[in-house]
């Protein structure tokens, strides 16, 4: 399975900014999607995830602002990041948690650049 991510770049103070990422692959069934990011010098922090089902988690400091959908019938994962913050600068990673082969699986895309300057 292979993660795609699109978007990302630079994003005003209080601007908007859309992340998607794609899975790829076959005979997989995907549990969650979720998206991280990383500030310099620190771990990956959880943003938000969703489930097949639907069900969403945000972090506290996104919680408003930012939106986690996801296309089932596509793979593909959003993020619709609205009232950017400069604090919201890092690099953003797509991980997906999926069932292939009788085996639970995570993947985790490459990093995408997100950056909040005017």
């Known amino acids: 399975v292979q993660l795609q991510a699109f978007g990302g770049g630079l994003g005003q103070p209080g601007g908007s900014l859309r992340l998607s990422c794609a899975a790829s692959?076959?005979?997989?069934?995907?549990?969650?999607m979720s998206w991280y990011r990383k500030f310099p010098g620190n771990q990956r922090d959880l943003v938000a995830s969703i489930t097949s089902g639907g069900s969403t988690n945000y972090s506290d400091s996104v919680k408003g602002r930012f939106t986690i959908s996801m296309d089932n019938a596509k793979n593909t994962v959003y993020l619709q990041m609205d009232s950017l913050k400069p604090d919201d600068t890092a690099v953003y990673y797509c991980?997906?948690?999926?069932?292939?082969?009788?085996?639970?699986?995570?993947?985790w895309g490459k990093g995408t650049l997100v950056t909040v300057s005017s």
């Open positions: 991980n997906v948690d999926l069932f292939q082969y009788s085996s639970s699986w995570v993947y």
């Open positions: 692959g076959s005979d997989f069934s995907i549990n969650t």
